[in-house]
């Protein structure tokens, strides 16, 4: 598969070039074609080809482009969570049993209460923890595996009303606190992996009782 680069930043000294492109795969090896470019002094690269393996996409914001046709203008964006307008009331923490599923399947909290969900993903494979509305589970999974490998630095997130607040795609070893507010009526949320193939097992419930 190709993608293209969508724009190119040089550094200020000139040495170092970031490129922006979408729809990397993280464990994939790619080959960078730079036939064409020149330096400034117009001559042509020795090697116009290289190879990288993307081993993982770093943690925190990624860059966005706001415009295709000027390269220089980007910005940074957050992973789609909230950011918190108080200090949580509730810290929760979830790991990962063998067998993909969740450490923990039920967690019962106060409406209307600020929570701090901390995955740890202690297993040997990536996931991700996405907390929804609890009748749409099953609608954000399959929402997430139709994004496909072109849209893999959605983290396998939709953009789905029902997401309440995700966790990135976490690399084995590696822990996220998600902070999110719950709903002032009691009833139920849910939160899934929705790593392809793994939501089926790895899903939970919280339960919203009355503050
Ligand atoms: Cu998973």
Redesign the pocket.
Same mark, same amino acid.
């Given at each position: 598969m190709e993608h293209r680069v969508k724009a190119a930043v040089i550094s200020e000294d000139s040495l170092e070039i970031c490129l922006v492109l979408d729809g990397l795969g993280e464990g994939y090896i790619y080959s960078i074609r730079a036939e064409g470019v020149l330096s400034m002094d117009q001559n042509p690269l020795l090697h116009t080809t290289a190879f990288c393996t993307m081993n993982r996409f770093p943690a925190g914001a990624s860059l966005q482009i706001e415009s295709k046709s000027d390269a220089a203008t980007i910005s940074s964006e957050d992973t789609g969570t909230e950011p918190p307008d108080r200090e949580p009331d509730v810290h929760l923490s979830v790991g990962i049993l063998p067998n993909?599923q969740f450490s923990q399947t039920e967690f019962a909290v106060p409406s209307g209460s600020m929570v701090a969900l901390k995955f740890n993903n202690d297993n040997d $494979?990536l996931?991700?923890l996405v907390v929804v509305h609890s009748d749409a589970t099953d609608e954000v999974t399959m929402a997430a595996m139709q994004l496909g490998l072109s849209e893999h630095d959605m983290q396998y997130v939709s953009t789905l009303d029902a997401v309440i607040a995700h966790t990135g795609l976490l690399e084995p070893g590696v822990s996220e606190t998600i902070i999110f507010r719950t709903p002032d009526e009691t009833g139920e949320d849910a939160f899934v992996?929705t790593?392809p193939g793994?939501a089926a097992t $790895?899903r939970g419930i919280i339960q919203i009782l009355a503050n």
């Open positions: 993909l $494979m996931h991700n992996c790593f793994h $790895m």
